[in-house]
């Protein structure tokens, strides 16, 4: 039998606070999301209700002096101060019963209603896959954050350390565990969605079929090495490059045809959805500045009659309302300190961003979560979670503050240029060319040297097919289709 003991074990345990978990919850709520959340918590706290303006509230006889209120106020803007990630959350109560007045609306903008493309069948469908699968708690918050990432087309399009830093502070995760949560995504139905670009969801639906499948062998070295050659129909380059013959090409080309390269293009995913944007940028004397929408102030106040009632009540009731009371307290600065991280935010990409409120996408300068959170005195998981979904109107149009920030490409003096940038410069380049004579990739590469910056070929390849601009060759097929069309129109003209 073995023998009994007891051992005491010192350890260290990181613990979110119900506060701090609320706060981090209402950051990454839509405009939507957040005005149902707080519906729900005025049914639920009989000490909570919707401040319509109708009238001034009672001054409450039991309230705090001007010093205790000065001392509480003082506590809130430090609170707002302070990373969401930092443990040591406020306790302390907002500083007034209102609801502080944050947003400010700007009237040059009206009240728009801007049609969005987004997804929504195909996220369910994965959403209901990962509820069944036999996931963790933490592969499963692994997943989720994987399928929110997904585009309308079923592609990733996060990077991978940003997702593990969406993920924090809840779950403190490695790169390795998100690309092993991954890859169990990518064997969902439909086989080799949350795939980074088209290669990989075509290797990953050749190695999901049956062994020993006719051709997959050589299907899997196509997709592998010469996917270039296979879209471009290049059969006698496949047959010199892999050695194989002409039965066992057509037989791997067959294979790949008869794969989809676009996971979710047969969900309808795309409905109309109107979007109200939740900062608007505008311009005033020279400055470029941010507001709030009207939507991002909840108008809620503390209910006067229950008030009155826990002053004059005691024992259980009076517990049950204190506890309401904290609860309303801790919400009430909750979205303060929501809506003024979100307007931090806002403000700081306006101003690394102002060259392309200026001068539009070529000036726009390379940024990643890092500089902000740097800059506004946060972490990358907050940042990411008050850009996720939330929509910035400016001049040039409404844009998900997400899309502000991007990689870089590096220039030859050292330097870095954003992607977004170089996107605008090729497009440029293409509307420009001659179309007899279509740019290559490698020209357009050559041309951007001239002008600093480096990029090589495949790099021109990615951002092109990014904007859904054919290669050379297809474009050149274009341009004399169009002329075709062109003259036989003003030949039926002349007859």
């Known amino acids: 039998m073995a023998d009994q003991s007891l051992q005491l074990r010192l350890t260290q345990k990181l613990a979110l606070a119900p506060q701090l978990q609320q706060a981090i919850k209402l950051l990454q709520l839509t405009r939507i999301e957040l005005r149902d959340y707080i519906q729900d918590a005025v049914d639920a706290n009989p000490l909570l209700e919707h ?49 502080s007045e944050q947003s400010r609306y700007s009237g040059d903008y009206p009240e728009p209603q801007i049609a969005d493309q987004s997804t929504g069948s195909l996220r369910e469908h994965l959403l209901w896959q990962i509820n069944l699968a036999q996931f963790s708690d933490r592969q499963a918050a692994i997943a989720t954050a994987i399928v929110y990432a997904l585009d309308d087309d079923g592609f990733l399009e996060d990077e991978i350390n940003d997702i593990c830093a969406s993920l924090a502070p809840d779950q403190l995760v490695q790169e390795q565990e998100v690309l092993a949560v991954l890859q169990r995504v990518q064997r969902m139905e439909p086989v080799g969605v949350a795939s980074r670009d088209p290669a990989e969801c075509i290797r990953v639906q050749l190695a999901a079929l049956p062994a020993g499948t006719s051709g997959q062998e050589l299907a899997r070295r196509l997709a592998r090495n010469f996917l270039d050659l296979v879209a471009n129909n290049e059969f006698s380059l496949l047959r010199k490059e892999t050695g194989a013959s002409d039965e066992a090409l057509e037989i791997a080309l067959e294979l790949i045809r008869g794969l989809e390269p676009r996971p979710g293009a047969r969900f309808d995913n795309r409905h109309d959805e109107y979007l109200v944007p939740d900062v608007y940028v505008s311009r005033h004397q020279g400055e470029w500045s941010t507001s709030l929408s009207p939507d991002n102030d909840p108008r809620l106040r503390l209910n006067d009659y229950y008030i009155s009632l826990l002053r004059q009540s005691g024992g259980e009731d009076a517990k049950y309302l204190r506890g309401r009371l904290q609860e309303a307290r801790w919400l009430l600065s909750s979205l303060e300190l929501r809506n003024r991280t979100l307007l931090k935010v806002s403000q700081c990409i306006v101003e690394q961003q102002e060259p392309f409120l200026d001068r539009g996408e070529i000036a726009m300068k390379p940024l990643i979560l890092k500089d902000v959170a740097e800059l506004v005195g946060v972490h990358e998981s907050t940042v990411s979670r008050a850009t996720t979904r939330k929509y910035m109107l400016t001049p040039r149009g409404l844009f998900e503050l997400k899309y502000f920030f991007s990689s870089h490409v590096r220039t030859l003096d050292g330097g870095a240029i954003s992607a977004t940038a170089v996107k605008a410069r090729i497009l440029l380049l293409i509307e420009s060319e001659p179309q007899s004579s279509p740019l290559s990739d490698q020209e357009i590469s050559r041309l951007l040297r001239e002008t600093g910056i480096r990029a090589a070929r495949r790099t021109i390849a990615k951002y092109r097919e990014s904007q859904g601009i054919g290669s050379s060759s297809e474009r050149r097929r274009a341009y004399r289709r169009t002329a075709y069309q062109s003259t036989s129109v003003q030949r039926s003209a002349s007859c």
């Open 51 to 99: 401040d319509d303006g109708s009238g001034e509230r009672e001054s409450d006889a039991a309230g705090p002096s001007a010093g205790e209120t000065r001392d509480r106020e003082s506590a809130s803007d430090s609170a707002a101060s302070e990373d969401y990630g930092d443990a040591d959350w406020p306790v302390n109560t907002a500083g007034d019963d209102y609801w």
